[in-house]
DNA sequence: CATAGTGTTCGATCCTTGTCGTACAGTTAT
DNA sequence: ATAACTGTACGACAAGGATCGAACACTATG
């Protein structure tokens, strides 16, 4: 039988359907979260752990940057071991709002 | 003959295509400015003075709020006698920013 | 001219938040 | 068990920006 581990168990994720518009465009208004973004939307789902991706801050502020992708409801994280993987949640945020990640993530600075 | 008053001459506007997506989303992630864009979109350009808009600010504030609303590309004012009128600037930002308008400002918060 | 109205500019203040170091918890490997 | 690795939690700090009052410039009106 599989179990959940503690760490896990402490893993919520919201409704991007309960997602205010503005904790959307809060999230979506800082370049280190875009860049996590970008780089879940050109890989497939569930390869890329927090530590694999390139930032230009510490890993503390990396996993701030990670809980607020994930309370605004534009990631979904998951306990693999000591890993953390990371899904873009590009359906479910598309249909909160639409338009909104490609106009901010499929498109340059 | 008509000549441009002083106060006008002052009154720079960019280019929507010249500003970077860092500035569009730090324009829209403000509920006063949205609000301020949501009124523009529901009236017919150059109606609505600065005054006229219903804000939770103070003057001094809303004044800023414009001035970052304009040099985000998003509105453009003109003078008229005392009153500083506004226009959305619709099509130039959509053409810059395809679907950023529609996902923030034609939707409730 | 004097007064009222519209909007900007300038400091000052306050609050949010991005950042980091450190400590900690859980996992994996030796 | 010990060590290395992954990620979070907490406290502290600094920077940015939203806010306001007051002073100012310009316009309109008496």
Chains 1, 2 share one sequence.
Do not use: Y
């Amino acid at each position: 039988m599989v179990v959940e581990s503690a760490r896990a168990r402490t893993l919520s994720h919201v409704d991007p359907a309960e997602v205010p518009l503005q904790t959307a465009l809060d999230a979506l208004a800082d370049p280190v979260r875009r860049s996590i973004l970008r780089d879940l939307a050109s890989h497939d789902d569930w390869t890329r752990a927090c530590g694999t991706f390139d930032l230009p801050v510490k890993k503390a502020t990396a996993s701030h940057h990670f809980a607020v992708l994930r309370s605004a409801g534009l990631i979904e994280q998951r306990d693999e071991g000591a890993r953390r993987l990371n899904r873009l949640r590009r359906e479910e945020f598309d249909r909160s709002f639409p338009g909104l990640l490609s106009a901010t993530v499929d498109r340059a600075d």
